[in-house]
């Protein structure tokens, strides 16, 4: 299974922007880098996801290495309602694998 | 639509008894799957299913059942529950495929006691 690495935690103060980092050295040509989060007591729920390019959404950015092996989730104004876990997860573009593990992810504490 | 739906949200059960966590999703996804996770803890995968038909244990399938009879629903059977079954479950559901984003229920707090 492909397997991603994250800080356990980071900080970071209001308004200001957040880079939370994923290593992923053994990803596939065939992919996808996803990014998820989970607010307190709640179930996750996504936020971006990339294949080799940059991604932005109104939630967030993706910045992917050129040799795909880490990739960045770039949260560009953190606010009070981004403290959370942010989880990288890989997952395959095609039917094979959907051996989908988690990992203990990174908490994200702000600052006010 | 609905989204990813579990029942119940809490229960609390003796150790040795059986019950069912139910997962419905309204989306026609393939994909389903089941996920604990422990206080301060991230997620563990505990079964999942890519179609009707279909399962595969996960990371941690020792005490949980699963079936497939449909592609709406995705149910978790405990047999016999042991405290060491305390936990948070999560059901995801999507369709297939990398290019898809995973949909996740609100949960059920189990305690064993």
């Known amino acids: 299974d492909a397997k991603t690495t994250q800080p356990n935690s980071m900080e970071s103060n209001e308004e200001e922007p957040v880079h939370l980092p994923c290593n992923h050295s053994?990803?596939?040509?065939?992919?996808?880098i996803h990014w998820y989060r989970q607010l307190p007591s709640q179930g996750p729920e996504y936020v971006i996801h990339?294949?080799?390019s940059n991604v932005n959404n109104r939630m967030a950015s993706l910045a992917i290495a050129e040799d795909r092996k880490s990739s960045t989730l770039i949260l560009h104004r953190a606010t009070l309602r981004d403290a959370a876990v942010y989880y990288c997860?890989?997952?395959?573009?095609?039917?094979?694998?959907?051996?989908?593990?988690f990992g203990t992810g990174t908490r994200l504490t702000i600052i006010p | 639509n609905a989204g990813v739906t579990q029942t119940p949200k809490f229960q609390v059960l003796k150790t040795g008894q059986s019950m069912t966590l139910q997962c419905a999703q309204d989306m026609n996804h393939e994909y389903m799957s089941w996920y604990r996770q422990d206080p301060g803890m991230g997620l563990r995968l505990i079964h999942y299913s890519v179609g009707a038909g279909i399962t595969d244990q996960g990371e941690v399938p020792n005490g949980y059942n699963v079936s497939r009879s449909t592609t709406e629903d995705f149910p978790l059977r405990l047999l016999s529950a042991a405290p060491s079954q305390t936990s948070v479950y999560f059901c995801?559901?999507?369709?297939?495929?990398?290019?898809?984003?995973?949909?996740f229920g609100s949960g059920t707090q189990l305690s064993v006691l």
């Open positions: 053994t990803i596939s040509g065939t992919d996808y």
């Open positions: 997860i890989l997952r395959d573009v095609d039917f094979g694998n959907e051996k989908l593990t």
């Open positions: 995801a559901s999507s369709s297939t495929g990398g290019v898809e984003k995973l949909f």
């Open positions: 990339g294949l080799t």
